[in-house]
C-alpha cells in the first residue's frame, strides 16, 4: 500500500508547522516548498481549501491514506456525540499511534512497522494490523522473547510527554490503554471542525 516517504521537513514547510516533528530546516526555511515558495503570493484559501488542508494535515499527522482516513471518519459520525471529536478519538486509540505516545517507537511511522513486524502484542496476543483500534483496558507490550533492539531500548529509556488516557509500567514493559482521550488533551493542533464541513458538502 502507497505511504508518503518523502522528505518529513518539505510536508511540514507545507503546512507552516512540525506536524511530522521539528526540525532545523523549518526554522530556516519558514516558507512553502518549491522553487518559487519564498517569492509567491499567499494566495487566499477558499472555504473548501482551508478544509481541504486540514483533512490533508490529519492524514499527514497520523499516516493515513485517503480511503483509510475516509473511514474512520464514517465510523465517527456512526458513534454518538460530537463527530469531530469522535474522529480524533478514533486516530488516537489505533494501535501504531499508542505505541508512539507510550514511547515505545520515536514516530508513528516506526509504531507501524513495529506492528507490520508483530513485534507488539495487545492483552497478550501478537496483532500485525497498525489501524487495530484500541479498547479501554487493552494492555500493550512488546512480543514475549522479541529482540528489543539498541533503538527500542533507548525510545524506553527516553522520558517523553507523559499523556492522562495512556499508563505505563517501565518494569514489565507494558501499556494500558485506559480511556478515549478528551479534544483537550490531545497535543495536536486539528480543527476537526474544518474536517467534519468538509465530509457534510
Request: charged fraction near 25%.
Given at each position: 500500500?502507497?505511504r508518503?516517504?518523502?522528505?518529513?521537513?518539505?510536508?511540514?514547510?507545507?503546512?507552516?508547522?512540525?506536524?511530522?516533528?521539528?526540525?532545523?530546516?523549518?526554522?530556516?526555511?519558514?516558507?512553502?516548498?518549491?522553487?518559487?515558495?519564498q517569492?509567491?503570493?499567499?494566495?487566499q484559501?477558499?472555504?473548501?481549501?482551508?478544509?481541504?488542508k486540514?483533512?490533508?494535515?490529519?492524514?499527514?499527522?497520523?499516516?493515513?491514506?485517503?480511503?483509510?482516513?475516509?473511514?474512520?471518519?464514517h465510523?465517527?459520525?456512526?458513534?454518538?456525540?460530537?463527530?469531530?471529536?469522535?474522529?480524533?478519538?478514533?486516530?488516537?486509540?489505533?494501535?501504531?499511534?499508542?505505541?508512539?505516545?507510550?514511547?515505545?517507537?520515536?514516530?508513528?511511522?516506526?509504531?507501524?512497522?513495529?506492528?507490520?513486524?508483530k513485534?507488539?502484542?495487545?492483552?497478550?496476543?501478537?496483532?500485525?494490523?497498525?489501524?487495530?483500534?484500541?479498547?479501554?483496558?487493552d494492555?500493550?507490550?512488546?512480543?514475549?522473547?522479541?529482540?528489543?533492539?539498541?533503538?527500542?531500548?533507548?525510545?524506553?529509556?527516553?522520558?517523553?510527554a507523559?499523556?492522562?488516557w495512556?499508563?505505563?509500567?517501565s518494569?514489565?514493559?507494558?501499556?494500558?490503554?485506559?480511556?478515549?482521550?478528551?479534544?483537550?488533551?490531545?497535543?495536536?493542533n486539528?480543527?476537526?471542525?474544518?474536517?467534519?464541513?468538509?465530509?457534510?458538502?
Amino acid at each position: 500500500m502507497a505511504r508518503y516517504i518523502g522528505p518529513k521537513v518539505k510536508v511540514s514547510r507545507t503546512f507552516g508547522e512540525p506536524i511530522l516533528g521539528a526540525g532545523k530546516a523549518l526554522d530556516k526555511k519558514a516558507y512553502p516548498p518549491g522553487q518559487h515558495g519564498q517569492t509567491r503570493k499567499k494566495k487566499q484559501l477558499s472555504e473548501y481549501g482551508v478544509q481541504l488542508k486540514e483533512k490533508q494535515k490529519a492524514k499527514h499527522i497520523y499516516g493515513l491514506l485517503e480511503r483509510q482516513f475516509a473511514r474512520f471518519y464514517h465510523e465517527a459520525s456512526r458513534k454518538k456525540g460530537v463527530t469531530g471529536e469522535n474522529l480524533l478519538k478514533l486516530l488516537e486509540s489505533r494501535i501504531d499511534n499508542t505505541v508512539f505516545r507510550l514511547g515505545v517507537a520515536s514516530t508513528r511511522r516506526q509504531g507501524r512497522q513495529m506492528v507490520n513486524h508483530k513485534q507488539i502484542t495487545i492483552n497478550g496476543k501478537v496483532v500485525g494490523i497498525p489501524s487495530y483500534t484500541l479498547k479501554p483496558g487493552d494492555v500493550i507490550g512488546l512480543k514475549p522473547n522479541a529482540k528489543i533492539t539498541g533503538l527500542v531500548q533507548s525510545n524506553i529509556n527516553r522520558k517523553g510527554a507523559k499523556f492522562a488516557w495512556l499508563e505505563w509500567n517501565s518494569d514489565t514493559l507494558k501499556g494500558t490503554f485506559l480511556a478515549f482521550p478528551e479534544k483537550d488533551q490531545i497535543p495536536e493542533n486539528i480543527k476537526e471542525q474544518l474536517i467534519v464541513e468538509l465530509y457534510s458538502k
